[in-house]
Every structure is written in structure tokens, then in C-alpha cells.
């Protein structure tokens, strides 16, 4: 089973921007250029479902990551190890925690 993570600024008290933004998620992922955006998710297996939403897709090498942005959060499965560092540089940008959830 993967672990998922939830970038937040929740517990930030000293910020006065509780929620992340859409526009700042696109802005920041804009200026990466393993990133794209995309407002359907498509996961291909035995089956294919498709999940509406916003999504940054991270491309890493052959493999394709959603961070997926909800209600002022952002969630990513760390399931590839690859993740952990990609996922702090985001929060790190965008000023939020991360928490597992």
C-alpha cells in the first residue's frame, strides 16, 4: 500500500493565505518544466477510469505522477521514492506543510 501526502497550509498560523490557491499551484507548476496540467486523469489497467479534476502531472523518466490540487490542498502518493524530495522542493515553494493523509 502507497502513502499519501497532503501539502497544506493549514497549520500555518503566521500565514495569512490559509489555502492554496489554484492560480498559485498553476503559476508555480507553470515555471517547471517536468510539469504539465491537466483537468482529466486518466489510469489505464484491466480497466480505464478517468477522474476529473486539477491535476499537475510530474514527469519522471517514463512515469507519470499526479499532484493533485483539492480544495486548497495538494495530494500525492509516495509510492515511487523518487517523490519525497520532488514533493518537499513544492511545498517548499509554495509555502505549505506536508502531512500524511
Known sequence: MSQRYRLTREFQEHNPEKLISLEDCKAYFASQSDFTYTSVFTVKGATTMSIEGDF??????????????????????????????????????????????
Open 56 to 101: 499537475f502531472m510530474w514527469r519522471y523518466g517514463d512515469v507519470q505522477i499526479p499532484f493533485r490540487y483539492y480544495q486548497g490542498d495538494i495530494y500525492v502518493s509516495g509510492s515511487n521514492p523518487a517523490v519525497l524530495p520532488r514533493m518537499m522542493e513544492v511545498a517548499s515553494a509554495l509555502q505549505a506543510d506536508v502531512t500524511e493523509g
